[in-house]
C-alpha cells in the first residue's frame, strides 16, 4: 500500500516552455501533497505544501506564479513550471501524506526535468 | 528553523563491516523518519519512530529514537552492497499533515 506515481519520469523541453507533472496516491486518499526539488548529491527542498481543494502554501524563496501547483482531487496534484529556464532544470519529487499510521509521507519516483 | 544535521556526510565501507549513522537536531519532533534513496528515484520510507527511547529492527538496520526526541541513530550489521544509496532522515513537529524537515543526507557506499 501507499503507492505514489508521477508522469513524466523524464522530460525535455525548450526554454520557455512550459511543463505540467503529474502525482498521484494510487491506493489512499492524500489530504496533502508535497512537491520538492532535488539538486545534484543533495537532500530534498520543499518547495510547497497542497492540500486538496485549497491554494498551496510556497516555501520562502519560491515563486508561486512560476510553480503552479493544483490539487484537484484527493488522489492528484499537478506541478506546472511555467516559462522554464535551464536553471530550472532540476529532479522534482512529490509526496502525499495520509497513507499511513502517523502520517508518513509516501515518495513519487521523481520526475528529472532538462530545459534546454 | 529547525535543522536536522546528519553524520558522516559520506561513508565507504568494506562489506560485511557495520556502520552508524547519526542525525541530530535542537528541536523536538513528534516524529522522525528514514528514508533511503537510490540514484535517480524518490526516497523509500524505511521506518517511522514516535517514542523517546523507541528502537526499531527492520533486518540489519536498527533505528533508535533518543529519549529527547531530538536526535535518532541508524546502525546497520554487516553491510552489504544492496545497502548503498542516500539515507535521509526527516523529523514532523507535529502528528497529521505536517511537512517534514529533512537531515542533510547520509551517502553510503558498501565495497564488495
Known amino acids: 500500500g501507499a503507492v505514489v506515481s508521477q508522469h513524466p519520469s523524464r522530460v525535455i523541453c525548450k526554454s520557455g516552455t512550459s511543463v505540467k507533472i503529474e502525482c498521484r496516491s494510487l491506493?489512499?486518499?492524500?489530504?496533502?501533497m508535497f512537491w520538492y526539488r532535488q539538486f545534484p548529491k543533495q537532500s530534498l527542498m520543499l518547495m510547497a505544501t497542497?492540500?486538496?481543494?485549497?491554494?498551496?502554501?510556497?516555501e520562502q524563496g519560491v515563486e508561486k506564479d512560476k510553480f503552479l501547483i493544483n490539487h484537484a482531487s484527493l488522489t492528484l496534484s499537478t506541478l506546472t513550471v511555467t516559462s522554464a529556464h535551464p536553471e530550472d532544470s532540476s529532479f522534482y519529487i512529490c509526496?502525499?501524506?495520509?497513507?499511513?499510521?502517523?502520517?508518513?509521507?509516501?515518495f513519487g519516483p521523481g520526475t528529472r526535468l532538462t530545459v534546454l | 528553523t529547525q535543522l536536522l544535521e546528519q553524520s558522516p556526510q559520506f561513508l565507504s565501507i568494506q562489506e560485511g563491516e557495520n556502520l552508524t549513522v547519526y542525525c541530530n537536531s535542537s528541536s523536538v519532533f513528534s516524529s522522525l523518519q528514514w528514508y533511503r534513496q537510490e540514484p535517480g528515484e524518490g526516497p523509500v520510507l524505511l521506518v517511522t519512530v514516535v517514542t523517546g527511547g523507541e528502537v526499531k529492527k527492520l533486518k540489519r538496520l536498527t533505528f533508535q529514537f533518543g529519549d529527547a526526541r531530538k536526535d535518532s541513530s541508524l546502525h546497520i550489521t554487516a553491510a552489504q552492497p544492496g545497502d548503498t544509496g542516500l539515507y535521509l532522515c526527516a523529523g514532523a513537529s507535529n502528528f497529521g499533515n505536517e511537512k517534514l524537515t529533512f537531515g542533510t543526507g547520509t551517502r553510503l557506499t558498501i565495497i564488495p
Open positions: 497542497s492540500n486538496e481543494g485549497s491554494k498551496a502554501t510556497y
Open positions: 491506493d489512499f486518499q492524500a489530504t496533502t
Open positions: 509526496s502525499a501524506s495520509g497513507g499511513g499510521s502517523y502520517n508518513e509521507q509516501f
